[in-house]
Nanobody, 118 residues
């Protein structure tokens, strides 16, 4: 069992910055991957950034050069630094955790709201 708690969402002006955090607890040992999935109303959750336990990263095309994902294994936490925010970034951002083995379940946090508006 893995528990995820997101924080850091809020209201920000276009062009501004925001930093999201996801704290993981429970059975998080071994190889795993964590990521951030925004979900806008009427749309599916979409991966924008992921990171392995050893620091390998992957980004969606829409956020390359603007968002940076990082991981602190000592604190068992993953962050998403969001710069140059656009109104289209507005969504509920969910943290995801998955062990690297066949059939591993996905674990999700409760989500944190990010709103980009003038």
């Amino acid at each position: 069992q893995v528990q995820l708690v997101e924080s850091g969402g809020g209201l920000v002006q276009p062009g501004g910055s925001l930093r999201l955090s996801c704290a993981a607890s429970g059975s998080t040992f071994g190889a795993n991957m964590m990521g951030w999935y925004p979900q806008a109303p009427g749309k599916e959750r979409e991966l924008v950034a992921s990171i392995t336990r050893t620091g390998g990263t992957n980004y969606g095309d829409s956020v390359k050069g603007r968002f940076t994902i990082s991981r602190d294994n000592n604190e068992n936490k993953v962050d998403l630094q969001m710069n140059s925010l656009k109104p289209e970034d507005t969504a509920i951002y969910y943290c995801n955790f998955k062990m690297v083995y066949w059939g591993a379940p996905n674990y999700w946090g409760q989500g944190t709201q990010v709103t980009v508006s003038s």
